[in-house]
């Protein structure tokens, strides 16, 4: 099943329907991924975001939760939403929302994760290779929007949710979680800089100018912002590298 219309003249290709070009960013990003051991076998997909035995296993405790208390606040806008999962990679936050009971359309521009999500989950969610500025992607067509983990890659916070909320239907709502926002610019200085120097140190110096640090006022100047979660202290989080406690904040910004 097609949930809109706009794909149904589409291309698709190995599961997945093509919106854009290939993107330059797929290459570096793929070898960091690689590096960090995040590229997962099928199975391993199949079983997030239970992630026992990956050396990770921590942060998807973590993830499970937000993905938990994301479900819990879409449900409790009604069942058969729309919702579109920007950065979806492997596609397991909106295979989960799918099974939720909700109609996902999954986009990345990362095109082996995206196959490997249609080839993981074939009767779940409609997943696209697309750019969220330059993909013909319908204005008004979602009642959810959600971008989990993904946030820090754009360049510019304000103008990707300005998009993202001409994308959302009357009364829809964005998500944003699973990323680090910072509470100030000094801290967003300083993880740029431990961000840079990390790229360089994997030899993926590409990577550097790809990974942003934002803040927490960069979100509230788009006004209607709601904080479902946030960490007591993101600095005592990375001295402890990981423990129960979340790093992550959850925002939800409504049209």
Same mark, same amino acid.
């Given at each position: 099943?097609?949930?809109?219309?706009?794909?149904?003249?589409?291309?698709?290709?190995?599961?997945?329907?093509?919106?854009?070009?290939?993107?330059?960013?797929?290459?570096?990003?793929?070898?960091?991924?690689?590096?960090?051991?995040?590229?997962?076998?099928?199975?391993?997909?199949?079983?997030?975001?239970?992630?026992?035995?990956?050396?990770?296993?921590?942060?998807?405790?973590?993830?499970?939760?937000?993905?938990?208390?994301?479900?819990?606040?879409?449900?409790?806008?009604?069942?058969?939403?729309?919702?579109?999962?920007?950065?979806?990679?492997?596609?397991?936050? =909106?295979?989960?929302?799918?099974?939720?009971?909700?109609?996902?359309?999954?986009?990345?521009?990362?095109?082996?994760?995206?196959?490997?999500?249609?080839?993981?989950?074939?009767?779940?969610?409609?997943?696209?290779?697309?750019?969220?500025?330059?993909?013909?992607?319908?204005?008004?067509?979602?009642?959810?929007?959600?971008?989990?983990?993904?946030?820090?890659?754009?360049?510019?916070?304000?103008?990707?949710?300005?998009?993202?909320?001409?994308?959302?239907?009357?009364?829809?709502?964005?998500?944003?979680?699973?990323?680090?926002?910072?509470?100030?610019?000094?801290?967003?200085?300083?993880?740029?800089?431990?961000?840079?120097?990390?790229?360089?140190?994997?030899?993926?110096?590409?990577?550097?100018?790809?990974?942003?640090?934002?803040?927490?006022?960069?979100?509230?100047?788009?006004? =209607?912002?709601?904080?479902?979660?946030?960490?007591?202290?993101?600095?005592?989080?990375?001295?402890?590298?990981?423990?129960?406690?979340?790093?992550?904040?959850?925002?939800?910004?409504?049209?």
């Amino acid at each position: 099943m097609v949930p809109w219309p706009f794909l149904q003249e589409r291309t698709e290709q190995n599961g997945i329907f093509i919106l854009c070009g290939p993107s330059p960013f797929e290459a570096g990003y793929h070898k960091v991924r690689a590096l960090e051991q995040r590229i997962l076998s099928d199975d391993q997909v199949s079983q997030l975001p239970q992630g026992t035995g990956l050396w990770n296993a921590h942060e998807w405790r973590i993830r499970a939760r937000s993905a938990d208390r994301l479900a819990r606040a879409l449900e409790k806008r009604g069942q058969g939403q729309r919702i579109l999962e920007v950065g979806c990679g492997n596609g397991w936050l =909106s295979a989960l929302l799918q099974h939720r009971g909700h109609h996902v359309m999954g986009i990345d521009v990362f095109t082996a994760e995206l196959e490997q999500a249609a080839r993981v989950f074939p009767s779940g969610p409609v997943f696209a290779r697309a750019d969220l500025f330059r993909s013909p992607l319908p204005s008004g067509g979602f009642e959810a929007i959600v971008l989990a983990a993904s946030i820090q890659y754009f360049r510019d916070p304000v103008a990707t949710l300005e998009r993202t909320l001409e994308l959302l239907a009357p009364g829809g709502e964005v998500h944003v979680l699973d990323t680090i926002i910072y509470p100030d610019e000094a801290a967003a200085g300083k993880a740029r800089l431990r961000s840079d120097a990390y790229y360089k140190s994997l030899d993926v110096p590409e990577m550097v100018g790809h990974y942003y640090a934002h803040t927490l006022a960069t979100f509230a100047r788009l006004g =209607s912002m709601k904080v479902l979660s946030a960490p007591r202290s993101v600095d005592k989080w990375l001295s402890r590298l990981g423990g129960n406690c979340s790093p992550f904040s959850h925002l939800v910004l409504s049209r």
